[in-house]
């Protein structure tokens, strides 16, 4: 088994050019930089010590890694907001478009791969890769993955996401609550516009992923007052909650919303999201109006709340914690 495995890690290897990864995607980046920047571009914003952590980098390496990109003008970093004793990492301007280049680069490359593998052959490709990395996470012992759970990853949207959020919102609701079309209807409406006309640096959208499979979405656009961003779109698959999904997903969209510069997150949703509701108020929104009304087949109670980013944390924690 052993030499199995070292068999086709050798294969591998060679087959996708790892050895030479700056020259396999024409980038001026080693595999672990690129590692570095791929986990900052799918999160809205990272302590240094939790990237140590998911990369398995040596403190060090990683701060000699920080230092090049800061120097670059790839990255910038500050106290943490959750503790100012940590270093917070995101992203520049310039650090997204090169993360999206090598993104970009990446795909086309697995893309010039799989153009040898016939069609028929997909999906049993994809079951296989499933099964290994399912084996060996998990050691084939599935009260270890229950106890573990699974490994969620924030994402910006690749082609078919944006279909994959239509179609989910549209199926889960109706099996959830019994929501007629109209319900699918709006949610394509608001995809539809996200993806025909939207500012990337003030709009964005996340797809949450656990193990390898799309779980939940949400949408951080701007709403019609000035100053105010909206979250739109909230999803998590009934099979992923309790996994913290939601709670990333929200975070996300709060982050960005701050350090866009908006000056309230607002949001509409109805009574019947009460586990959403519950996720929301944990993050800092007030309940600031309620209103019956008839959709998607339904009598409901529509809720609207914000967030003041304008605030300090603390203060927001303060009023969570609160008395009714």
Not at 189 to 210: S, T, Y
């Amino acid at each position: 088994m052993i030499q199995e495995v070292r068999s086709f890690n050798r294969f591998y290897t060679n087959l996708i050019g790892a050895l030479d990864y700056s020259r396999h995607l024409h980038a001026p980046y080693t595999l672990t930089e690129s590692r570095v920047l791929y986990e900052l571009a799918h999160s809205a914003g990272t302590d240094a010590a939790d990237l140590r952590s998911e990369l398995s980098l040596d403190a060090g390496y990683l701060s000699r890694i920080l230092g090049k990109f800061e120097k670059d003008e790839l990255v910038e970093s500050g106290p943490s907001a959750r503790d100012p004793r940590r270093r917070r990492v995101t992203l520049t301007e310039r650090g997204r478009e090169a993360a999206a280049v090598l993104d970009e680069r990446s795909r086309e490359a697995v893309a010039t791969l799989l153009a040898e593998v016939p069609a028929s052959a997909h999906a049993p490709l994809t079951e296989a890769l499933h099964t290994v990395r399912e084996t060996l996470e998990r050691g084939g012992d599935e009260a270890a993955r229950t106890r573990r759970g699974g490994e969620v990853l924030l994402r910006g949207p690749a082609p078919g996401d944006l279909g994959w959020i239509v179609e989910r919102n549209g199926a889960l609701y109706a099996a959830e609550f019994g929501w007629n079309s109209e319900y699918e209807a709006l949610v394509a409406r608001i995809v539809a516009d996200f993806a025909q006309d939207h500012d990337p640096d003030l709009e964005q959208v996340w797809i949450a992923e656990l193990d390898g499979r799309r779980v939940g979405c949400v949408l951080c656009v701007r709403d019609r007052e000035p100053g105010a961003a909206r979250l739109r779109l909230l999803l998590v698959e009934p099979d992923a909650r309790g996994h913290g999904v939601g709670d990333q997903l929200i975070r996300a969209c709060v982050d960005f919303a701050r350090r866009t510069g908006y000056r309230e997150l607002v949001l509409w949703t109805n009574d019947v999201l009460r586990a959403a509701a519950t996720l929301y108020r944990r993050h800092g929104f007030e309940l600031i109006a309620e209103q019956p009304h008839h959709s998607f087949g339904a009598d409901l109670v529509g809720h609207d709340y914000r967030l003041r980013l304008d605030e300090p944390e603390h203060k927001q924690h303060d009023k969570q914690e609160a008395p009714a």
